[in-house]
């Protein structure tokens, strides 16, 4: 599957199993899990992405980014 590079903004690759994120342009390689804190961290408009990650809400919030 194709992402957008969190570095370059060129166009990555994500591996079938989600394990991995890779650029051949910037050489960016990283596990789906570090992309996704990268993005959140890179721009806020994601940071609410790490609250997809908790498993109840209800009543708190997801915590800041250094907590994830």
């Given at each position: 599957?194709?992402?957008?590079?969190?570095?370059?903004?060129?166009?990555?690759?994500?591996?079938?199993?989600?394990?991995?994120?890779?650029?051949?342009?910037?050489?960016?390689?990283?596990?789906?899990?570090?992309?996704?804190k990268f993005?959140?961290?890179?721009?806020?408009?994601?940071?609410d992405i790490?609250?997809?990650?908790?498993k109840d809400?209800?009543?708190?919030?997801?915590?800041?980014?250094?907590?994830?």
């Amino acid at each position: 599957m194709k992402v957008k590079c969190p570095k370059c903004d060129h166009i990555a690759e994500l591996g079938d199993d989600f394990s991995y994120v890779k650029c051949s342009k910037c050489s960016l390689d990283m596990t789906y899990g570090e992309y996704v804190k990268f993005i959140a961290y890179k721009d806020a408009i994601y940071s609410d992405i790490l609250g997809d990650y908790t498993k109840d809400t209800n009543g708190s919030t997801a915590g800041t980014l250094d907590e994830w």
